[in-house]
């Protein structure tokens, strides 16, 4: 017994002793629960007569609070000589000191301390924490960059004794931005039209001096390097005049024809004599179209994006299918283009346009497209005697550019279901009675018909593109 009690008091002991151990190595004066009770405790600093006081709330410190001298007496005055100051341009990652100047105009000593900070600078070293009349005190302020940021605001505070100004706020502000970069970092078209020249321009920056050399440049994705014409000129002076470089080069990619369809992606890196770290680079999106295209209306339709193809199946309900799809027309011949159905496998399907519309700021014209399965068409018999289950569907067109627009065609499903046979219920009753008379039941089972699934394979993706390589991110 004697010895258990003595354990329990040794185990509280130790949290004791371990409880006041964490609290000097982080600060606070304690973490006991009485301690949140405890009145708050005053510390009064003297600087030559007049005072400053901290005060202490609770288990935590709470900022320096400065009092100033009573009213009766001579009072300091706090003067600044710039609370905003400008540290220009920098690199991302980059660093540097300010300085700035308070003055004491008053007639009693002007007391100092470090306020807060709305960011990771810090008020590193204050000259004088106690100025006479008549003198002044510089805060070093050092800070340091992480991301670029082209317009960098933060701010931090000096508490004094002036009982006008007891909070003084400074600024640091200036440009975080790679020192050497282009503009537009990224170059995009959406909507090209296969065949369809394009050019674009963008500048590649220098904020420092005027030395600005280019030693190579390259195309990183090397299967559509040859479809790109890149040429390069020096910017000049009155050309940077909307910025804050001091040298560049302008950078002009020309499109030739022959980009593929679809999506590609390109990559223009350029080494230079004032490379750091990596060197600059602009990101290149191109998405190519047909001059005639078809495509579904629906995210979640029959419509096979990768093979370009609709499936046909029958609804929830029981009805037909019928699906709407977009012909869509772009390039110089847009509006112009035309449209009639050339060729129908099978050919009861039911294919027919609809309305006629302009998209995306006139660059593109759609034409609806209907295409369904008829009432009472049993397709699963008709798709089963296609090659590969697949008939197809040929638009002939009037643009130039794209005399016809062709599209598979698949089925997933059975044959419709046979309609249930209608039996008069007096009939049926009497059917009933001769044979239980014969010492039979006859019971009439409706077998449902099998759903026949055509052996469909999907063809592999189509991807319009290469990875590229390893340095660039899509």
């Given at each position: 017994?004697?010895?258990?009690?003595?354990?329990?008091?040794?185990v509280?002991a130790g949290l004791?002793?371990g409880t006041?151990?964490?609290?000097?190595?982080f600060?606070?004066?304690?973490?006991?629960?009485?301690?949140?009770?405890?009145?708050?405790?005053?510390?009064?600093?003297?600087?030559?007569?007049?005072s400053a006081?901290?005060?202490?709330?609770?288990?935590?410190?709470?900022?320096v609070q400065l009092?100033p001298?009573?009213e009766?007496?001579p009072?300091?005055?706090a003067?600044?000589?710039?609370?905003?100051?400008?540290?220009g341009i920098?690199?991302?990652?980059?660093?540097?000191?300010l300085?700035y100047?308070?003055h004491?105009d008053?007639?009693?000593?002007l007391?100092?301390?470090?306020?807060?900070?709305?960011?990771?600078?810090?008020?590193?070293k204050?000259?004088k924490?106690?100025v006479?009349p008549?003198?002044?005190s510089?805060i070093?302020v050092?800070?340091?960059?992480?991301?670029?940021?082209e317009?960098?605001r933060?701010?931090f505070?000096i508490?004094?004794?002036?009982?006008?100004r007891?909070?003084l706020?400074?600024s640091?502000?200036?440009?975080?931005l790679?020192?050497?970069?282009?503009e537009?970092?990224n170059?995009?078209?959406l909507l090209?039209?296969?065949?369809e020249p394009?050019a674009?321009?963008?500048?590649?920056?220098?904020?420092?001096?005027?030395d600005?050399?280019?030693?190579?440049?390259?195309?990183?994705n090397?299967?559509?390097?040859k479809?790109?014409?890149?040429?390069?000129?020096?910017?000049?002076?009155?050309?940077?005049?909307d910025?804050?470089?001091?040298?560049?080069?302008?950078?002009?990619?020309?499109v030739?024809?022959?980009?593929p369809?679809?999506d590609?992606?390109?990559?223009l890196?350029?080494?230079?004599?004032?490379?750091?770290?990596d060197?600059?680079?602009?990101?290149?999106f191109?998405?190519?179209?047909?001059?005639?295209?078809?495509?579904?209306?629906?995210?979640r339709?029959?419509w096979?994006w990768s093979?370009?193809s609709l499936t046909?199946k029958?609804?929830?309900d029981?009805?037909?299918?019928?699906?709407?799809l977009?012909?869509q027309?772009?390039?110089e011949?847009?509006?112009?283009?035309?449209?009639?159905?050339?060729e129908?496998?099978?050919?009861?399907?039911d294919v027919?346009?609809?309305?006629?519309?302009?998209q995306k700021?006139g660059?593109?014209?759609?034409t609806?497209l209907n295409?369904a399965?008829?009432?009472?068409?049993?397709?699963g018999?008709?798709?089963a005697?296609?090659p590969n289950r697949r008939g197809?569907?040929?638009l002939?067109?009037t643009?130039?550019?794209?005399?016809e627009?062709?599209f598979?065609?698949?089925?997933?499903g059975g044959p419709?279901?046979?309609?249930?046979?209608?039996?008069e219920p007096?009939?049926a009753?009497?059917?009933?009675?001769?044979d239980?008379?014969?010492?039979?039941?006859s019971v009439?089972?409706?077998?449902?018909?099998k759903?026949?699934?055509?052996d469909?394979?999907?063809?592999?993706?189509?991807?319009?593109?290469?990875?590229l390589?390893?340095?660039?991110?899509?």
């Amino acid at each position: 017994m004697r010895l258990s009690l003595i354990a329990i008091l040794a185990v509280m002991a130790g949290l004791v002793l371990g409880t006041a151990s964490t609290n000097s190595e982080f600060g606070y004066q304690s973490l006991l629960p009485w301690d949140e009770f405890r009145p708050p405790t005053t510390k009064t600093m003297f600087y030559d007569g007049f005072s400053a006081t901290t005060e202490t709330v609770g288990p935590k410190a709470e900022q320096v609070q400065l009092t100033p001298p009573p009213e009766d007496q001579p009072q300091p005055k706090a003067r600044v000589e710039a609370d905003t100051l400008d540290f220009g341009i920098v690199e991302a990652g980059d660093g540097g000191v300010l300085t700035y100047v308070i003055h004491n105009d008053g007639e009693a000593p002007l007391v100092l301390k470090t306020g807060d900070s709305s960011c990771k600078c810090t008020v590193s070293k204050i000259s004088k924490e106690q100025v006479p009349p008549g003198e002044s005190s510089e805060i070093v302020v050092e800070y340091r960059t992480k991301v670029a940021k082209e317009k960098y605001r933060h701010g931090f505070s000096i508490k004094t004794n002036d009982r006008e100004r007891p909070l003084l706020r400074f600024s640091l502000t200036g440009k975080v931005l790679p020192v050497l970069s282009f503009e537009p970092r990224n170059v995009s078209a959406l909507l090209l039209t296969k065949g369809e020249p394009h050019a674009a321009e963008v500048r590649l920056l220098y904020f420092r001096d005027t030395d600005l050399e280019i030693i190579d440049w390259r195309l990183n994705n090397r299967r559509t390097a040859k479809y790109f014409e890149v040429s390069t000129e020096p910017l000049r002076e009155d050309e940077l005049s909307d910025t804050d470089a001091k040298s560049g080069f302008r950078f002009r990619i020309r499109v030739k024809p022959g980009l593929p369809v679809g999506d590609n992606r390109q990559e223009l890196t350029v080494r230079t004599n004032k490379d750091r770290r990596d060197p600059a680079r602009v990101a290149i999106f191109l998405r190519v179209h047909e001059a005639v295209s078809v495509f579904g209306t629906r995210v979640r339709s029959g419509w096979d994006w990768s093979t370009q193809s609709l499936t046909l199946k029958p609804e929830a309900d029981g009805t037909a299918s019928a699906e709407r799809l977009v012909v869509q027309a772009m390039g110089e011949h847009r509006h112009e283009t035309q449209y009639e159905v050339k060729e129908v496998v099978p050919a009861e399907l039911d294919v027919s346009f609809g309305e006629r519309q302009e998209q995306k700021g006139g660059k593109a014209i759609w034409t609806y497209l209907n295409v369904a399965l008829p009432q009472e068409f049993d397709a699963g018999a008709a798709f089963a005697e296609l090659p590969n289950r697949r008939g197809h569907v040929v638009l002939a067109t009037t643009n130039p550019a794209q005399p016809e627009v062709r599209f598979e065609v698949s089925y997933l499903g059975g044959p419709p279901p046979r309609p249930r046979p209608i039996v008069e219920p007096s009939k049926a009753a009497e059917d009933t009675a001769e044979d239980t008379a014969a010492g039979e039941t006859s019971v009439e089972t409706l077998e449902e018909p099998k759903v026949e699934k055509p052996d469909v394979e999907e063809p592999p993706v189509k991807d319009t593109d290469e990875p590229l390589d390893d340095s660039i991110k899509d």
